[in-house]
């Protein structure tokens, strides 16, 4: 595909487990898409179908009327008249929409770099923490990570565990004391003791009260700033696709409350959908960064806008 050399790749590893883990999607919703553009003609009733399964697979109708949009007028200029030969057009312009996203903080040297990880209970964070930790422990780099979610013992406790799991430490408080204070003694233990490359902080993620999540955040936030130049140099929010566009909602919410770099998708393996990744970087304009693709540690790649086009439509 000509648009791919444009795109850092993920490793061919981690581009086998995300087309992989889209296999329910590729047999659902995304199957359906494969099949209309078999033998069909480029009519009003095929975009009309068109139109149907790209909202049915979470693209949100933003995004599928652009997307839609783009699909005729290069149908239009290069004269094609059968929906086989407009096929590779579609899996371009899908890759177009997620391929422009600016590099990594996270993938720029420095002495000490700080990621934040927001979502809302239950999305997977303190999972996706750990795969994280893995791998960038895998790279190298050494890693301490920072439990301010303070809220709930078992939250502490959590992280704990998969600290241990992945050989990474975990810097703790007892439960309801400050999260920014957790914050700081993590930075901190990085910095001096400890001579960590990266810390990872879990945070709460209850968003019932913006108001407070805000507050929180912009503490957290502050507590980094003043430790480390630019920190945080990555502030995560972590999202269940399996949710679809309540995902895409949630986005909102935590974009009004604090400035999100990155999104974390998780349990692509788990929804017969996918197509949620298209509308978080169209309407809210930020890249996915990292896709979950299964329960395990190693369950976890960088995203890769190419390997995820073609985990849909095969
Ligand atoms: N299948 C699957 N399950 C996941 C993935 N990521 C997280 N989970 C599961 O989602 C559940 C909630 O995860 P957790 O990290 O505790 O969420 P948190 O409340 O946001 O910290 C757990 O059962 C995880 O095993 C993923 O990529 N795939
Ligand atoms: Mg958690």
């Known amino acids: 595909m000509v ?6 790749r993920a490793s061919t590893e981690d581009q086998a487990k995300i087309e992989r883990s889209l296999e329910k999607t590729r ?15 480029l009519d009003d009733f095929f975009w009309e179908d068109l139109e149907a399964l790209l909202i049915q697979a979470d693209m949100g109708v933003e995004t599928t009327e652009y997307l839609i949009g783009r699909l005729k007028e290069r149908v239009k200029r290069e004269g094609i008249k059968r929906s086989e030969d407009a096929y590779t057009l579609l899996k371009e312009e899908m890759i177009a929409l997620l391929g422009d996203a600016p590099p990594a903080a996270l993938e720029q040297p420095r002495l000490l770099t700080v990621v934040l990880v927001v979502g809302v209970n239950g999305s997977g964070k303190t999972t996706s923490i750990a795969k994280l930790a893995h791998y960038l422990t895998q790279q190298g780099k050494k890693v301490l990570l920072a439990a301010a979610d303070t809220y ?16 990474v430490e975990v810097i703790a408080h007892q439960p309801g004391n400050d999260p920014g204070a957790v914050v700081y003694d993590a930075i901190r233990a990085a910095q001096e003791s400890r001579q960590a490359d990266v810390v990872i902080i879990d945070t709460a993620g209850r968003l019932h009260t913006k108001y407070n999540l805000m507050k929180e955040l912009e503490k957290i936030r502050k507590v980094c700033a003043r430790q480390v130049h630019r920190a945080p140099h990555e502030t995560y929010l972590v999202l ?23 999104v974390i998708l998780t349990k692509l393996d788990g929804t017969a959908k996918g197509g949620v990744v298209f509308a978080i970087q169209r309407e809210l304009g930020v890249p996915v960064r990292f896709v979950g693709t299964g329960e395990q540690v190693t369950d976890f790649a960088p995203f890769d806008p190419v390997a995820f086009v073609e985990g849909l439509l095969a």
């Open 27 to 41: 047999r659902g919703v995304f199957g359906h898409i494969a099949t209309l553009f078999q033998a069909n003609e």
């Open 152 to 167: 709930r013992a078992a939250a502490i406790d959590q992280l704990r565990a998969w600290g241990e799991r992945v050989g």
């Open 240 to 262: 269940d696709a399996t949710t679809g566009q309540n995902a895409l909602m949630q986005a909102k919410k935590f974009k009004e409350a604090v400035d999100i770099t990155g």
């Open 3 to 8: 648009l791919s050399r444009f795109f850092k």
